[in-house]
């Protein structure tokens, strides 16, 4: 807190299940971090008045401890109009339309930036972390999903309508396992965190694995005994430890992975991939193979660097406070 | 030739076989239009020393007429690094890290951009073409290969190599078709236009239609009696005619495409996909189908206006004299 004016800015990255927030300063170092539920249970309406009320709280903590807080940044996940400051979409949370920038310009008097988790994590990266030497950066965040920011000269690509970077929907497996957003082979329905744990299960148990079967219906097969549920990183670790089932599923998913990635890099032409998210913590079984299937895939194309996430998961809370900074810059 | 000062620029847009060169004024009107031979079976020395007398010729004819060259653009196919001005590797030229601006500079003594002919095209279309309305925008070419051009706010991405935007080469077709490029089932091997009817000659024959067995081996099978060989846009007239044949294939093709279109929309988010190139000549037969094929495949992304190119074989020449001006305004 030495810094001479003690300006921070306000950063709150909103999950489905919760919210990381922190005052953050000008030059990026973390001042005060806290943790909130979502609470997304209770609607889109309730977690937004408990996004105004943590970031008014915040504000209040900054100001007692003598800081002045100058912006607002947030982050959220699904379609995000950015220009706009509107969340438009998300399965998660429930937002529809969303003017949460106004919103929160209106409560706090602050200036304020809406952003995109995943953009926001991969802008954070790109700046500050894993891809901080290079000019074009695709960061990958694969946990119950796969989604990806394409970042170049340290900003993120949004699309004409805040949906761009959707590497977890790309057609790789052409009539292969449903996914979640109702079409059959995207890379996230094969290589996701969950993918990969629900396929194991599955085949354990003698079924397909498919999105719709197992995922999202829930419990609704009621208290017929089902095969032992096991995580992507226990599916990695079997595999590294040789298991038949577990090397299949695995290879299955660093496979489509490749084949994810390879199109990645054909279009955006990079030149660094950061892995980040749940599955991306399986370190060299998952980056060793990763990368051999990934150079056998690219032809005329330069092989990018493949690396791990160095932020964890800060770096849309960090991302939040850089879009903060920006727009009192461009303001 | 009646704007005041008579200005213009010199641009090339170098093809395998053709050079398409003009003299254009700064608001993008052509004052002169003149074509050459590549002759890319002299070697890439040789094209280079017949880009540079065709440039230099050009200045002499603006002279000549009392106009004013100012700049010179230049756009070549395969990968250009547009920042070093540097041809780094072309297929059908020959190019191998070719420093084509600064040789041109040298010679002519004008400032010289080098681009790339694909996203020269994009760029052209999305400032003067059928993307003049949107601010993101997706030019795909379909032609021989298929190439791609993401252009944003009236400018092409590049790539941290001058490889971006290779739609022709993502995986479409998991153990499907050679490509030319080594891989298997790239979109490219199934929907662009020599593709379209190497597989309807192959099938035709009974034979597969792979690339390496039809197409660059070129005609090493001798005097063999082969079967008629067909074009793409005699294959979609026997399709709309009924034929099965025809029909099996170009609804293959329509669905590889739409497939490869449905990835560029989820990765790019763009408001207007044009399509150029010989294909997309097809109109409705292509267009009616392809439209339909896109919509089943987008679940959670907005439609993009698909649209045919409007400024036809003269995008790429335009696109040129776009990175001749841009960079006369940076510098």
Redesign the interface.
């Known amino acids: 807190m030495s810094e001479r004016d003690g300006r921070v800015v306000v950063a709150l990255d909103v999950g489905g299940t919760g919210m990381k927030c922190a005052l953050i300063r000008p030059d990026g170092a973390v001042v005060h971090a806290e943790r909130h539920l979502t609470g997304a249970d209770r609607g889109a309406e309730a977690v937004v008045d408990t996004i105004l009320a943590v970031a008014d709280g915040l504000v209040s903590t900054a100001r007692t401890a003598g800081l002045t807080p100058t912006a607002l940044g947030i982050v959220v996940p699904g379609?995000v109009d950015q220009t706009r400051g509107v969340a438009v979409?998300s399965a998660n949370i429930g937002f529809r339309n969303v003017p949460l920038r106004d919103l929160a310009t209106d409560r706090l008097g602050l200036p304020t930036a809406l952003g995109h988790d995943v953009r926001a994590g991969g802008l954070a990266e790109a700046r500050l972390g894993a891809g901080r030497d290079?000019?074009?950066v695709l960061f990958v965040a694969i946990g119950t999903g796969i989604a990806?920011a394409?970042v170049?000269a340290g900003a993120a690509?949004?699309?004409?309508?805040?949906?761009?970077?959707?590497?977890g929907?790309?057609?790789?497996?052409?009539g292969g396992p449903r996914c979640g957003?109702?079409?059959s082979g995207c890379l996230e329905a094969i290589a996701s965190a969950s993918a990969v744990a629900r396929r194991y299960t599955a085949l354990a148990a003698g079924t397909t694995g498919d999105a719709d079967t197992t995922s999202d219906g829930g419990s609704a097969a009621g208290p017929t005994p089902g095969p032992t549920v096991v995580t992507a990183a226990e599916v990695a670790d079997r595999a590294a430890a040789g298991e038949e089932l577990a090397t299949r599923v695995w290879r299955e998913a660093v496979e489509a992975l490749a084949?994810g990635l390879?199109?990645?890099q054909?279009?955006?032409?990079?030149?660094t991939i950061v892995l980040g998210g749940g599955l991306a913590q399986a370190g060299p079984g998952l980056f060793d193979p990763l990368r051999t299937a990934l150079r056998e895939?690219l032809?005329?194309?330069?092989e990018?660097r493949l690396v791990p996430a160095a932020l964890g998961d800060e770096a849309g809370c960090l991302g939040a406070a850089l879009l903060a900074l920006d727009q009192l810059e461009d303001s």
């Open positions: 379609i979409w290079a000019g074009h990806a394409h170049v690509a949004t699309g004409a309508h805040g949906a761009a970077g959707e590497l929907h790309i057609l790789v497996r052409p957003c109702g079409r084949d390879a199109t990645g054909a279009l955006y032409d990079v030149q895939r032809t005329f194309h330069r990018p």
